[in-house]
């Protein structure tokens, strides 16, 4: 049975739950709309928390919410604890939750964040994960041999799908100190760079980038294909870092590529006996630091708004 100080503990982590309780608690029972208007959330919001809520609100028979006995000694409990509702979200990703729990929730089933929490409490489905993703990269490789972004740059197909995934995990630490500057949490993981849960998830969206090179070489309808595929091994790529790396979602979307744009440019110094590849090394390794500095711009930005309480409507 979960105690009441837990609860707490749980609901106060959620600015717009205090907030529906706060509004109820001084307004007396509401209509959803005048709840809405007097919190300030969003449609999709009020339904996610006021589910999460339903042991302290209950609706009447003229559909109005209003606080149980439960709901009223909580709220006191709340006033005595914490005095005013805390509006002040602690990442992006909370005020994400807070403000468009069905948006969210919509991308976290796309980009397998569902999958990656059942990866990071499973060693052995981890290690399944890799090694049916690894097999299928290296399938693909066998049989289209046409480059793809930062893929078939080698001549052997193990190769290829192994220094893809090695590269694309060290690379991820890299990202992470480079944009969120978490320099000693950072360091912490830096520990556990190769650990399964991490690389099954970055294999399963180079698995989808793998997936996208085929329907490239397909040609006609098939390469249209492609582009859908590619921007979902693009939510993937991000949604893993962001998951187990602690960055924030918006900017790791810029991982996936900053990682190819530094990718091309060291397997274009191959080639450096050429005058052309002189400008691609420059260009691609410009863009990729190019890139860091933007994510961390953003990651920066976004951090400061929200600290400075982003959805100020749920005063």
Partial sequence: MVSESELYRKLI?????????????????????????GTGL???????????????VVQ??????????????LVALLKQEGGAPNTQFASVNDALLETSPTLLKAISFVSFTWLFRMLASS??????????GFEFCVLINEKFSQSFLFLGSFADPVTNAFIALISLDAF?????????????????????LFEPALLSSLCVGVALLHLAKALFSLGGYYSLLSIPVVVWCTFTLSSSLSYF???????????PFSFTMFYEAFYSLRYLDFPSEYFNTIGFFALGVFSLFVARWIDRSIKKEVKGG???AIL
Wanted: charged residues 25%; without cysteine.
């Fill in 13 to 37: 982590k959620s600015p717009a739950r205090v907030s529906i309780l706060y509004y109820l608690a001084e307004h007396g029972p509401s209509r959803f709309l005048e709840l809405k208007k």
């Fill in 42 to 56: 969003s449609t999709g919001a009020i339904y996610h928390h006021l589910k999460s809520l339903e042991e302290f």
């Fill in 60 to 73: 009447d028979e003229n559909k109005s919410y209003r606080l149980n006995e439960k709901g009223l000694r």
């Fill in 123 to 132: 060693v052995a489905l981890s290690v399944a994960v890799l090694i049916a």
């Fill in 172 to 192: 991820s630490t890299l990202f992470s100190l480079m944009v969120s500057g978490a320099y000693e949490e950072t360091r912490k993981k830096v520990e556990l």
């Fill in 245 to 255: 790396r602690g960055i924030e979602f918006i900017p790791s979307l810029f991982f």
């Fill in 310 to 312: 982003i959805k100020k």
